[in-house]
T-cell receptor, first 110, second 111 residues
Framework: GIQVEQSPPDLILQEGANSTLRCNFS?????LQWFHQNPWGQLINLFY???GTKQNGRLSATTVATERYSLLYISSSQTTDSGVYFC????????????FGAGTRLAVHP | EAQVTQNPRYLITVTGKKLTVTCSQN?????MSWYRQDPGLGLRQIYY???????DKGDVPEGYKVSRKEKRNFPLILESPSPNQTSLYFC??????????FGPGTRLTVL
């Protein structure tokens, strides 16, 4: 089945720093989602981005479907950005079943 | 507000005591599913439903039941919970092939 790999696994930032998270996937996909799991465990939708670039405030994402990767950019990080960031892609023929990467655990210190 | 709701958010129970976790969505989505999240194992799909009265097993269905009698609701039933079902549970919904939205999660502890 499709493999989803995220890097780096852990990231520590000082408040105000920028970062790039990467998601590689092993097969072609028709969509990709980025989520933020906050310290309370909630999964927050960040982006639904099959291809191209989207921006939402300090966050932006780019998916290059032909090269099978997606990037999540966090600019001017804040302590509230802490948590785990997941990318997920649907399993082909899997009726919207999402395959999640292992996540990038981000800690932003003041 | 478009959302997926789950109840209860937290539950501590004992082995063998039947329980139901409710899930409801107000986006008229056809597709709903349940996942569990465990340390080191990530999120794994338990059951999914393509529409009313259509359900199927995911990757880890043992010990769980579901039903889809109405489009908006997709309850997860544990007939006889065991400690290995202690986990963080998420309900999700989407239109077919569309963006998935997750509920806030239910932390279940089975003693």
């Amino acid at each position: 089945g499709i493999q989803v790999e995220q890097s780096p696994p852990d990231l520590i930032l000082q408040e105000g720093a920028n970062s790039t998270l990467r998601c590689n996937f092993s097969d072609s996909v028709n969509n990709l989602q980025w989520f933020h799991q906050n310290p309370w465990g909630q999964l927050i939708n960040l982006f639904y981005i099959p291809s191209g670039t989207k921006q939402n405030g300090r966050l932006s994402a780019t998916t290059v479907a032909t090269e099978r990767y997606s990037l999540l950019y966090i600019s001017s990080s804040q302590t509230t950005d802490s948590g785990v960031y997941f990318c997920a892609v649907p399993l082909s023929g899997g009726y919207n079943k999402l395959i999640f990467g292992a996540g990038t655990r981000l800690a932003v210190h003041p | 507000e478009a959302q997926v709701t789950q109840n209860p958010r937290y539950l501590i129970t004992v082995t063998g005591k039947k329980l139901t976790v409710t899930c409801s969505q107000n986006m008229n989505h056809e597709y709903m599913s349940w996942y569990r999240q465990d340390p080191g194992l990530g999120l794994r799909q338990i059951y999914y439903s393509m529409n009313v009265e259509v359900t199927d097993k995911g990757d880890v269905p043992e010990g769980y039941k579901v039903s889809r009698k109405e489009k908006r609701n997709f309850p997860l039933i544990l007939e006889s919970p065991s400690p290995n079902q202690t986990s963080l549970y998420f309900c999700a919904s989407s239109s077919y092939r569309g963006e998935q939205f997750f509920g806030p999660g239910t932390r279940l502890t089975v003693l």
